[in-house]
């Protein structure tokens, strides 16, 4: 629990409203200053886990609410009396001023007695030390304090949320991660697992079924860190194209020498055969893009190697792209796609394995060792299967860009006259914005058309404006192409 809302220590001690009581989350270090530390304790998942209570012969693992629950063996199964568990803002013990309330101004001194007793003193943020609790100082009085204005502020309490059934199996760890490896089981074995009706499957379903609702959740990019099955992934890519405002950066599936599904972070990848898998599956869709391989990059918490899915460290490759270009530039190359957070790719790409990958629409991830750039996203392709400009990442990009500037600007005109002079204003409004996007480097050449030969009076009877937007885009240097003449001397 949570033993004051102050930091630092007297004479430099002060309330922190930011601060609640309750279970502290953050860890304990130091007995004089509880609340130095920033620091999450880890064991509170271990203290927030579900835990069953529907065993017939055995003892439950959690007992629930029990006050008064007789000792079993031994055992002390009241968790009041075996921990002081019963939290109370009335077992904060606080300075009181002169009409009985709550000083206001020694806050900092509060403290909350676990055990529900309290201490013959408190010591002020002067120094002070207090008289008798009877006089200078009494626990919260809830029927008469809570209503005390000044002091309101500081009554805040919180509690992690504890038990209940999430779905997973907390004795199975893959499941308990909602891991690429469950997702596979349940696949694997519908009838026991559930298949896409299984905890893993159906939750990533849903929580795409989430991001796919426009009016509810405004995204340009979706990723699913490690999740690589097909149950899912394709599912997400159906979901991007519906949305057809946003794209999905896909983590592929691996196989290994035995051309088996790669488990582990331990196995040896096989960059044919996972080409071969993924080429099998006949992806097409301009709202995709595939990556490989995974990368290993420093956790910031632990300070220590991890391996990371190709999606994490991709989504920093947009951000630098959209940071220091636009979103119509290519994110690839060393000068916007490189991933300053990663160490070194999983698997080291020969130029036969690139051009395997990029001949399959995977982008590759490489780590080139001779130029020292670091580790580098080389190359942008959607997965569309036809050739287009809508099979590279940018221009795909582009059209999303464009399509929400656009939008933005149609909802101006919702239920606005529908005659000449709102046909003339919405044409007008458009036209800065593709003519912007042109002097950025994202088009070519460009038209808008809105006028009274798209929208014909069939459509002012249906209470429509329609109108047409052609685009020639900008398109992105891949391969340089260089011929060397050697010439006799005159």
Not at 84 to 102: A, K
Request: proline share 4%; net charge negative.
């Amino acid at each position: 629990m949570r033993e004051s809302i102050s930091v630092g220590s007297v004479p430099k001690k002060n309330v922190e409203v930011a601060f609640t009581w309750g279970v502290q989350f953050e860890v304990k270090t130091n007995k004089d200053t509880t609340n130095k530390n920033e620091k999450i304790d880890s064991s509170l998942l271990s203290f927030t886990k579900y835990f069953p209570k529907f065993y017939t012969t055995n003892q439950d693992p959690l007992v629930g609410a029990n006050e008064g629950t007789a000792d079993v063996g031994g055992c002390v199964f009241d968790a009041d009396r075996f921990n002081n568990n019963f939290f109370s803002l009335e077992r904060v013990q606080v300075i009181t001023g002169s009409n009985d309330r709550p000083d206001s101004q020694q806050w900092a001194a509060a403290v909350y007695r676990r055990n529900g007793v309290a201490k013959a003193s408190l010591t002020d943020r002067d120094g002070n030390t207090t008289g008798s609790p009877s006089v200078d100082t009494r626990f919260i009085d809830a029927s008469k304090d809570l209503a005390h204005i000044p002091s309101q502020k500081y009554f805040k309490f919180t509690f992690p949320l504890q038990g209940g059934f999430d779905g997973t199996n907390i004795f199975d760890v893959e499941k308990v991660k909602m891991s690429d490896v469950a997702v596979r089981r349940e696949m694997d074995d519908s009838t026991l697992q559930g298949g896409k009706e299984g905890p893993s499957v159906a939750a990533y379903r849903k929580a795409t079924d989430v991001m796919e609702a426009k009016q509810d959740v405004d995204i340009q990019l979706l990723a699913i860190p490690g999740i690589r099955h097909p149950a899912v992934t394709d599912y997400a890519v159906e979901s991007t194209e519906r949305r057809f405002d946003a794209l999905y950066l896909m983590d592929i599936e691996e196989k290994d020498e035995l051309n088996t599904y790669v488990t582990s972070s331990n196995a040896t990848i096989s960059v044919v055969n996972t080409v071969n898998t993924f080429s099998s599956r006949a992806m097409d869709s301009s709202f995709a893009a595939a990556y490989f391989p995974d990368v290993v990059i420093t956790d910031p918490a632990t300070n220590t190697n991890v391996q990371a899915a190709p999606s994490v460290a991709v989504l920093g490759a947009f951000a630098l792209n959209d940071a220091i270009g636009f979103p119509w530039f290519a994110p690839a190359g060393f000068t916007r796609g490189a991933l300053a957070g990663a160490l070194y790719p999983k698997v080291e790409l020969l130029q036969s394995n690139r051009d395997d990958l990029y001949s399959a629409d995977i982008n590759p991830i490489i780590g080139d060792v001779v130029a020292e750039s670091g580790v580098t996203v080389f190359g942008q392709k959607t997965l569309l299967a036809a050739q287009s400009s809508l099979d590279r990442v940018n221009v795909r990009r582009l059209l999303i860009d464009i399509r929400r500037r656009v939008r933005d600007v149609a909802r101006t005109f919702l239920f606005e006259p529908n005659q000449a002079s709102t046909i003339a204003a919405f044409n007008s409004r458009v036209q800065p914005i593709l003519a912007s996007i042109q002097s950025q480097g994202g088009l070519d050449r460009f038209k808008v058309q809105i006028d009274t030969s798209t929208t014909t009076q069939a459509d002012i009877e249906n209470n429509t404006i329609r109108g047409k937007i052609f685009l020639q885009p900008t398109r992105s240097v891949e391969f340089v192409s260089l011929d060397f003449v050697v010439s006799n001397s005159i």
